[in-house]
């Protein structure tokens, strides 16, 4: 069974900082990329930032410049360091892998079970 384990979330003020971490279990094989996702009461789940295997980035318009998706390959682990919080970023943080396990020979998304963000303002 795959696990997403999610830490990092809390409350800040606005303007602070938060790092948000995710550790996939160790049945994980290969993982094809990772991503955060976050999802507002009432709202949709959306993108907020993906990374490749290579390395490659990317960050939906609203955060650039303030928030910063890194993965440590040997640990299986995605961390979202992020910066001048705003209120409107309360949500539900959720972690995405797009990975394959021992048992299976094709790939699927994983997901996290989330972690609360709050921003006060």
């Known amino acids: 069974q795959v696990q997403l384990v999610e830490s990092g979330g809390g409350f800040v003020q606005a303007g602070g900082s938060l790092i948000l971490s995710c550790a996939a279990s160790?049945?994980?094989?290969?993982?094809?990329?990772m991503a955060w996702y976050r999802q507002a009461p009432g709202e949709q789940r959306e993108l907020v930032s993906h990374?490749?295997?290579?390395?490659?980035?990317t960050y939906t318009n609203s955060v650039k410049g303030r928030f910063s998706i890194s993965r440590d390959n040997a640990k299986n682990t995605v961390y979202l360091q992020m910066n001048s919080l705003k209120p409107e970023e309360t949500a539900v943080y959720y972690c995405?892998?797009?990975?394959?396990?021992?048992?299976?020979?094709?790939?699927?998304?994983?997901w996290g079970q989330g972690t609360q963000v709050t921003v006060s303002s």
């Open positions: 160790s049945n994980i094989i290969i993982i094809n990329s």
């Open positions: 995405n892998a797009y990975a394959r396990t021992y048992s299976s020979t094709s790939y699927n998304n994983y």
């Open positions: 990374i490749a295997i290579i390395g490659g980035t």
